[in-house]
């Protein structure tokens, strides 16, 4: 049997979602900081909280496709990785919103 000669693609794939995992990771740190800076609201915790939660699962969602691609023949991202990786990211972006205003 042939083994499959993926190129690079696997390897721009992992640093794509490493470079997104940093890029969360930044607007968590700078949610904890916003939080930290002003007085915090119990609206403002539960943001900061939730915010924390949709970080961890996005690590653990990325951690989980990154490590699937050092397979020779890496299989597809499941539609629940998917959907859950672009729920943080929403999540992310409307719990860092609801710490501004």
Avoid: N, Y
């Avoid at 390897?11 to 916003?34: G, H, P």
């Avoid at 800076?37 to 496709?65: E, I, K, N, Y």
């Avoid at 397979?71 to 943080?88: M, N, Q, S, Y």
Wanted: glycine fraction near 4%; charge should be positive; hydrophobic fraction near 55%.
């Amino acid at each position: 049997m042939v083994t499959r000669d993926p190129g690079l693609q696997p390897e721009r794939t992992r640093l794509a979602w490493r470079r997104t995992t940093l890029s969360c990771t930044v607007v968590a740190v700078l949610a904890v900081k916003l939080a930290v800076q002003d007085d915090a609201t119990p609206r403002g915790q539960a943001a900061l909280a939730l915010s924390a939660l949709a970080w961890v699962l996005f690590l653990a969602v990325a951690h989980r496709r990154i490590r699937s691609l050092d397979a020779v023949r890496p299989r597809p991202l499941t539609h629940r990785g998917a959907l859950l990786a672009a729920a943080c990211t929403v999540g992310l972006a409307f719990f860092g919103a609801a710490l501004i205003w």
